[in-house]
């Protein structure tokens, strides 16, 4: 349950880079990401989560809130229906619940490492031009396109058949994504209410 809060954590922060390309090439769509994301020092923004479990009918939806700040921080914080945060700073992962919080230092755990490591070449724009990780195919036109994203490593192949993200270019910045896990369960997270380079208060970051 951890592995999987961590990596669609990673997966928001893909989310979060914004583009400004139109009619554009694959090519100069990636190039463009890269150029808007490192102008990105700070973000906040509400989401909306929705997980679907193949064998139910049943939908569970959650909400929270994301934190960014360049180089390695980072705050995802779920807060209805229930409570739970990650967080990264630097070398320290923090999680926390209503049961307890546990902390992780990312230099001494291989897992985590290899997470933080996709987390923050996300921020910076790589991850959708990112061969090592991902087999990625851009498609669209107009104001509408999307990166269809099937991974090639694990632990993240093990856990995902695909993520499709999808971009609004008009209105610069990612809509949504659908990741499809192995089972067939599949997870869609809207971001709302998005803010960008504002200055964020360093107590959000705090491991307590």
Request: glycine share 4%; proline share 3%.
């Amino acid at each position: 349950m951890k592995l999987k809060i961590g990596l669609l954590v990673m997966l928001w922060i893909l989310l979060s880079v914004p583009s400004r390309a139109q009619n554009y090439t694959p090519a100069q769509v990636r190039q463009q990401i890269n150029a808007v994301a490192s102008r990105m020092k700070t973000m906040t923004c509400d989401f909306v989560q929705t997980k679907s479990v193949a064998m139910l009918k049943s939908k569970l939806v959650s909400r929270g809130h994301m934190y960014y700040a360049q180089p390695n921080k980072l705050r995802w914080e779920y807060t209805t229906p229930y409570s739970y945060t990650f967080l990264l700073n630097g070398q320290t992962v923090w999680m926390k619940n209503e049961k307890g919080s546990n902390r992780v230092n990312v230099a001494q755990s291989k897992m985590f490492k290899e997470i933080t490591r996709i987390m923050m070449s996300s921020v910076v724009g790589s991850c959708v031009s990112n061969s090592r990780d991902f087999n990625v195919t851009l498609q669209g036109k107009g104001n509408n396109w999307k990166a269809i994203m099937k991974p090639k490593r694990n632990p993240m192949k093990q856990m995902f058949k695909a993520i499709t993200v999808y971009f609004d270019m008009k209105r610069a910045m990612v809509i949504g994504v659908k990741m499809i896990e192995q089972n067939n369960d599949a997870t869609s997270i809207v971001l709302q209410n998005t803010k960008l380079n504002l200055p964020i208060n360093e107590k959000v970051f705090s491991v307590r």
